[in-house]
């Protein structure tokens, strides 16, 4: 790994979902290479077992879909001896079924998880440590509407404008990666059905790392689907002057404030 992809080499990096899925496969590939890594989940007995693995992990249990599990995680960062370098936003859970009235709490818990809190601790992050690097797990359901994932696919493509506009704005520090259905427990904690086509999180995290690597903005996994999403990318392309004209009057606002 360290010669594959060498950007990784001593970095402190912080993994979110660390416990399962992508993220744990992010947290296996990166063990041998990292300065220090900050394992985030809410699930502490893999957290654990994790920690003995080197003596340069550390864990954090917390509830991200809280503002106090989100605080918690912040004031740990703020609080540590150096800056993170990589921070990965991984966590996140999919409720699958027909959108027949979700209560409230249900509603609430899984908005704040997957998108909420997922901003609100990227712009903390962007202010406090102004050389981090950001990846941020989406989905390819930022793109589609899947039957059974109402919920799950807002989220995401809440996230996928979000970070559009962020990067239209200027920002350069922030990536979201776009997997395809991943084989993990993901989809048997939704009780959902692996959705085809799928790909390992092994390849996912190969994309991952290859795409932070080169500095990607945009990550996606599969290749298959990134050739579905051509004719998306050419309306954005003819946005751009668009963009550019409003964030030109975001500057011109901005400099009147000053």
């Known amino acids: 790994m360290s ?3 060498p950007f990784f080499n001593g970095k402190h990096v912080v993994i979110t979902g660390a416990a399962s899925g992508i993220g744990y496969a992010l947290t296996k590939a990166l063990l041998p290479v990292a300065a220090s890594m900050l394992l985030v989940d809410v699930k502490r007995e893999t957290l654990e077992t994790l920690r003995t693995q080197s003596s ?13 599990g989100c605080e918690a995680l912040l004031e740990h960062l703020r609080k540590a001896s150096r800056a993170p370098d990589v921070v990965f936003l991984n966590a996140g859970v999919a409720l699958y079924g027909r959108f027949d009235a979700p209560g409230w709490q249900q509603i609430e818990s899984l908005l704040m998880l997957n998108a909420g809190g997922v901003m ?11 050389e981090v690097r950001l990846c941020i797990t989406a989905s390819s ?3 589609l509407g899947i039957p059974g994932y109402a919920l ?11 970070a559009q506009t962020l990067w239209a704005e200027g920002e350069r520090r922030l990536t979201l990666v776009y997997p395809i259905a991943t084989r993990t427990r993901f989809f048997n904690a939704a009780q959902s059905p692996l959705l085809f086509p799928n790909q390992s999180a092994t390849q996912v995290v190969k994309a991952i790392l ?12 599969s290749r298959l689907f990134y050739c579905i ?30």
């Open 210 to 221: 290859r795409g932070i690597s080169r500095g990607k903005r945009r990550i996606f996994p």
């Open 3 to 5: 010669r594959t992809y």
């Open 56 to 68: 340069h992990v550390h864990i954090l249990q917390a509830d991200l879909s809280t503002r106090a």
């Open 229 to 258: 999403t051509i004719p998306v990318f050419l309306y954005e392309f003819f946005m751009r002057l668009y963009t550019a004209y409003a964030r030109r009057l975001l500057n011109q606002r901005t400099l009147k404030k000053q």
């Open 120 to 130: 609100y601790m990227s712009g903390q992050l962007l202010r406090l440590f102004p």
């Open 141 to 143: 359901m930022a793109f």
């Open 152 to 162: 799950y696919a807002a989220t995401k493509a809440a996230l996928h404008r979000w």
